[in-house]
Nanobody
Framework: QVRLVESGGGSAQAGGSLRLSCTAS????????MGWFRQAPGKERKGVAG???????YYDDSVKGRFTISRDNAKNILYLQMNSLEPEDTAMYYC??????????????????????WGQGTQVTVSS
């Protein structure tokens, strides 16, 4: 059974850091097409960062320079290192995977939004 489980959310003050993890299980492949999305109260879910199979990354402008996405290919774990957090980063964060390989980081978030498998989400709250 394919499953994504996020962890690492919590509370932080503005300027602080948090690291999210997402463990993928039930997949026969590694180097999965994966990414992070977030949804703030009253807003639509939005892509934050994506990583393609070769390891190329893509970031939404709102987090560029502050967040780093990475993947442990051996363990099929996706990470999101979040630095210089802002109150606007407060949201439920979701991990997503297409379950397969992909090439072209700039398109990963579109592919994931269209056909991704989703985790249950982890809450991030940033106070000013």
């Amino acid at each position: 059974q394919v499953r994504l489980v996020e962890s690492g959310g919590g509370s932080a003050q503005a300027g602080g850091s948090l690291r999210l993890s997402c463990t993928a299980s039930g997949y026969s492949s590694t180097r999965l097409c994966m990414g992070w999305f977030r949804q703030a109260p009253g807003k639509e879910r939005k892509g934050v960062a994506g990583i393609d199979s070769p390891g190329n990354t893509y970031y939404d402008d709102s987090v560029k320079g502050r967040f780093t996405i990475s993947r442990d290919n051996a363990k099929n774990i996706l990470y999101l290192q979040m630095n210089s957090l802002e109150p606007e980063d407060t949201a439920m964060y979701y991990c997503a995977s297409t379950g397969g390989l992909c090439y072209g980081a700039a398109s990963t978030l579109s592919w994931l939004a269209a056909s991704g498998v989703w985790g249950q989400g982890t809450q991030v709250t940033v106070s000013s």
